[in-house]
């Protein structure tokens, strides 16, 4: 009897912990939502620290760039990078004070790899020498 009793308390405490560790998950991330425009699909995405997601996209030898907010709040510094690795600075970007999102902007780069990055206030992340072809 003490054995199920023990049982049944280790089953509760498990369950009581499983249930906290639900509710402490962050918020759920971006999405992509077609910012890019009509024929661009997600080839890569990043987190730019725990608020946003940064998301490369395709079509036919363009990349474009858009960085997404988990949820929608009051404007803040963002901003969108883009460049071809073989370059030194940012060709292409669009930095301000944002509500939802920064960007899209777009590269031709076709058979070279590009960096990309993006900030949401003081979080920043970028990925170099990334989707080569």
């Known amino acids: 009897m003490k054995l199920s009793k023990l049982a049944m308390v280790g089953t509760l405490a498990t369950a009581t912990v499983a249930g906290s560790l639900i509710t402490a998950m962050p918020a759920s991330a971006a999405s992509y939502g077609g910012q890019c425009g009509s024929g661009y699909s997600v080839v890569n995405s990043a987190p730019v620290g725990s608020s946003a997601t940064m998301f490369l996209t395709y079509n036919n030898g363009y990349n ?19 460049k071809k690795s073989s370059v030194e600075t940012w060709t292409k970007q669009d930095t301000g004070n944002y509500t939802h999102y920064a960007g899209p902007i777009y590269l031709l780069a076709v058979d070279t790899c590009v960096d990309w990055a993006g900030k949401v206030g003081t979080a920043y992340n970028a990925e170099y020498r990334t989707n080569c072809g």
């Open 64 to 82: 474009c760039l858009v960085v997404i907010r988990n949820t929608k709040g009051s404007a803040m510094p963002m901003g969108a990078y883009l």
